[in-house]
């Protein structure tokens, strides 16, 4: 039968075959992308030298720069969103154009100081040196020190402390770090000991010593700063154990001795009963001395 058309009326569209919930295949392949899924080659990760280049190219972070090659937020992006900082990075990386020998961290250092380069960098050489120092005495065992130190004050020993310029004849009574206490002299910072000995060795010890007369009439002092003084490293004296070793001390006098232990911050020479015990602090020169061959035929 004709159909009657409506006029101002269009006719339905016909349906897809299926009803109206089927639905056929998207345009341009499977999963709607045009020829389907594509494996993705997982990109290499960036080098160092990459992400140093980039990183000093746009004044930004390493990690801001390794971001960005690995497709995450961009370097101008980190720059709008960080401005403050970004106006620090600028510089930074200004600073160490003009220094080229200057890292990251340190010219962050300069700039937070308030330092000049020079003064910066003096100041970095001083904390890693007193740094090297301490770790070096903490590598040396200080038993037999402490506990030749311990042995005098218990038997209430006299000892002879012996002072840049004078000496004492008293008996220790503690000892503190930095200091001894003497019964009659109380506390005496360790830093003016030059050497301190039994009073009976001592005696002994003192008719045939050497002395040097400019230091006699005029001690050399001692710097609060271990990394300014000629000896701080306890190390340096381990391969003489048992040697005999010339020192000058600070105020003239030349010890020429067997060198019986090293402790942290101390010498101890001669031998058992017998020992002198000088701080690191009080020396000026060391040479290990060299013994002579017997002669043929002796």
Same mark, same amino acid.
């Given at each position: 039968?004709?159909?009657?058309v =409506?006029p101002?009326?269009?006719?339905?569209a016909?349906?897809?075959?299926?009803?109206p919930?089927a639905?056929?295949?998207?345009?341009g392949? #499977?999963?709607?992308?045009?020829?389907?899924? @594509?494996?993705? =080659?997982? &990109?290499p990760?960036?080098?160092p030298?990459?992400?140093?280049?980039?990183?000093?190219r746009?004044?930004v972070?390493?990690?801001i720069a390794?971001?960005? +090659?690995?497709?995450?937020?961009?370097c101008r992006?980190w720059?709008?969103?960080?401005?403050?900082?970004a106006?620090? #990075?600028?510089?930074?990386?200004?600073l160490?154009?003009q220094?080229p020998?200057?890292? +990251?961290?340190?010219?962050f250092?300069v700039?937070?100081?308030?330092?000049t380069?020079?003064?910066f960098?003096?100041?970095k050489? @001083? /904390?890693q &040196?007193k740094a090297?120092?301490?770790?070096a005495?903490?590598?040396v065992?200080?038993?037999?020190?402490?506990?030749?130190l311990g042995?005098l004050i218990?038997g209430k020993?006299?000892v002879?402390v012996?002072?840049?310029?004078r000496?004492?004849?008293? /008996?220790?009574v503690?000892?503190?770090?930095?200091?001894?206490t003497?019964?009659?002299?109380g506390?005496?910072?360790?830093?003016?000991?030059v050497?301190?000995a039994?009073?009976?060795?001592?005696? @002994?010890?003192?008719p045939?010593?050497?002395?040097?007369?400019k230091?006699?009439?005029?001690?050399?002092t001692?710097?609060?700063?271990p990394?300014k003084?000629?000896?701080?490293?306890?190390?340096?004296?381990?391969?003489?154990l048992?040697q =005999?070793?010339?020192l000058?001390?600070r105020?003239?006098i =030349?010890l020429?001795?067997?060198l019986?232990?090293?402790? @942290?911050f101390?010498?101890?020479?001669?031998?058992?009963?017998?020992?002198?015990f000088?701080?690191?602090?009080?020396?000026?020169? #060391?040479?290990?001395?060299?013994?002579?061959?017997?002669?043929?035929?002796?």
């Open positions: 039968m004709p159909r009657t =409506t101002g009326v269009r006719p339905p016909p349906r897809a075959p299926g009803g919930g639905s056929g295949p998207r345009p392949g #499977f999963g709607g992308r045009p020829g389907g899924f @594509r494996p993705s =080659t997982p &990109r990760p960036p080098t030298e990459q992400i140093l280049a980039l990183a000093q746009e004044h972070p390493a990690r390794k971001g960005e +090659l690995e497709g995450k937020m961009k992006i720059r709008k969103l960080h401005a403050e900082e106006k620090r #990075f600028d510089q930074v990386y200004e160490m154009g220094t020998s200057l890292s +990251l961290g340190d010219a250092g700039l937070q100081s308030g330092m380069v020079a003064e960098m003096a100041r050489e @001083r /904390t &040196r090297a120092i301490k770790q005495r903490g590598e065992d200080n038993a037999v020190v402490a506990e030749l042995g218990s020993v006299e002879s012996v002072l840049a310029e000496s004492l004849l008293d /008996t220790l503690a000892e503190e770090p930095i200091a001894f003497l019964e009659r002299t506390r005496l910072e360790k830093l003016q000991v050497l301190l039994r009073r009976a060795e001592w005696d @002994r010890l003192l045939g010593l050497e002395r040097d007369a230091l006699t009439q005029k001690p050399a001692v710097a609060r700063q990394d003084r000629p000896y701080s490293d306890p190390r340096a004296f381990l391969d003489h048992g =005999t070793v010339k000058v001390l105020n003239g =030349t020429q001795l067997p019986m232990h090293v402790g @942290r101390d010498l101890l020479l001669g031998e058992t009963g017998h020992e002198v000088v701080p690191l602090h009080a020396l000026l020169r #060391f040479e290990p001395v060299t013994q002579s061959a017997p002669a043929e035929g002796a």
